[in-house]
């Protein structure tokens, strides 16, 4: 585990292509944090006007879900998926080391197009079933049990991320590389979102 | 109880996950075709024994913790909530175990499925003979779990035999060397099990600890009880037999492939034509184990998600032919495949197939036979 390459991330100069890659996850990961904190202060602001209207503070289940539904998605989205690398341009990050910091560096060099279709054809075994379901249901797809079912997606979708961000800094560990400050507000954000989804699960069952 | 249909859905899922073994035996085709008692050679029934040990072993240990924790978690919740709700009497919440427990079943299910896949990702462009390389002593898993299972087995098999470790003799590490090719197949049981568990919850309904849990004896005597339901007893036993038997199955056509060649090859290589059949059977294997689990990932995704049952008999997970299914059936297949990366899969089972003889075998020419 002492590989000289492993050492090159921290000697990394400014300006360079690997900090402009350092740079894009950093501000990708602070967009994340940024929506999380715009999470809470929706949260707050909800269970405030509850408290004026008189009704005490009370859990709302389906506005918590719909906040952690949307903020997870946006944000496995804006850590994981490649496609939205612009929003790092919008954060001011120069085009070319966004360019250079290619697909198939991520994908141990399997290519864009390999990896794609893998995942094109895997989305399209699913849109067969929602298809088939919705033909079958007249597109009513989850009945009674639409808001627990949705719930679940979104905790599964918070764990797994969690699942990724933890392996990721574990590889970090063993490739004695830095864990960046982002590293833990990653964790920490999927972590609140995971909590915030299993929270919203209790309380719609209590409804 | 023996139960008939839950025998032949175990039968099926046996053969499933014998798929992977055989492929692997097969692909060490010289060392099964080595004379019986050579001293680096295990016999066949032994590494057989190896692998559905470790088939089967996994399958009841993953299935175990599983239950216990959507089974456990949440009467822990439940605790919780009550105790939060002491702290903080004002807060509106109420839950109910039984209520959370289905929602747990469902997260958990569709967690099992993202895990189903993502191991066969990994899985099909795995080259098991790296585990054939280095000291026995220290195989090293990327799995946390596989490697404290393995170091387990390493005391447990150390125990029995005493002699042999302290030598540190030929036999011994390549008994070693087993356990660890053993354990790099068996890789895909945490996502097997999980999903048995599940299909098999859809069937006979989610375990709850019902009736009076007024004391942690009375809650722990129920978990119990859940947990170590007799229909997964009778499935691991069913998989530990069939994996037994098409393991060995496999070591005799091993052999068979290793006589027929024999005339024209040396140092245990085959024809180039043949070699070259082999990896096209491999590989077709190594495809054709995802697809063959697939199916029922996907009927477990409708059932779960959906709450459709098109026929509530158990044979409908295992051998449910719909069209739709099996469509998204072949669609993931070719999704994994895709993501795994065709060149990977070829490089990987050529490497298992050229990588023949045993490397202590070289050194074992020199040596006293034991």
Known sequence: ?207 | MFDVTLAVFALYVGAVVSIDVAGLILSQYSNYGLPKGHRNHLNGWVESLHHAFWHAGLFFAYIVIIQMGTVGLPYIIVALVEWVKLLLPDLNINVNADDLAEAFTLIFGLIAIVIVILTYVGKIAEDHSEKLKGDPEEIEFDRFDLAAFYSVTKSIDGTFHKAARDSGSLKWKRSLQSHGLAASVAVDMLAVSALIKFTLEEEYGTPYIGGATETLSQWLSQLFIAVFRPEYVQFTIIVFLVVLTLAFGATRVSRFIFKRSKDAIKNGEISEKGQSRLINLLIGLRILEPFLIMIFVMRLFLDLSFDIKLENTIFSHAFELHPIVILSSIFMTLGIRQLAGPARIRKAVENGVTRQILPEIEHAEDEPGE
């Not at chain 1, 054809?121 to 009945?143: H, M, N, P, T």
């Not at chain 1, 800094?169 to 590389?177: A, D, L, M, N, Q």
């Open chain 1, 1 to 207: 585990m002492n590989e000289p390459a492993n050492t090159t991330a921290d000697t990394s100069v400014s300006g360079s292509p690997a900090a402009g890659k350092g740079q894009g996850t950093v501000r990708r990961v602070w967009l994340v944090a940024l929506l999380f904190v715009l999470l809470l202060s929706a949260a707050l602001l909800q269970a405030i006007l509850q408290y004026q209207e008189g009704g005490g503070v009370e859990l709302a289940p389906s506005i918590l879900s719909r906040y952690s539904a949307f903020v997870t998605i946006l944000s496995v989205a804006i850590l994981y998926v490649p496609g939205t690398r612009f929003l790092e341009r919008a954060f001011d990050l120069s085009l070319a080391a966004t360019l250079r910091d290619g697909f198939d560096e991520r994908q141990d060099n399997r290519g864009f197009l390999s990896v794609f279709a893998g995942f094109a054809s895997c989305a399209v075994a699913f849109l067969i079933l929602f298809i088939f379901i919705g033909v079958e249901r007249g597109w009513d797809l989850f009945g009674n049990a639409s808001a627990r079912v949705a719930i679940a997606f979104v905790s599964t979708i918070a764990i797994l991320a969690i699942g990724l961000r933890v392996r990721h800094v574990r590889t970090k560990v063993g490739s004695e590389s830095r864990i960046s400050s982002g590293d833990y507000l990653a964790l920490i954000a999927f972590t609140a979102s995971a909590l915030a989804a299993v929270f919203s699960l209790i309380a719609e069952h209590s409804i």
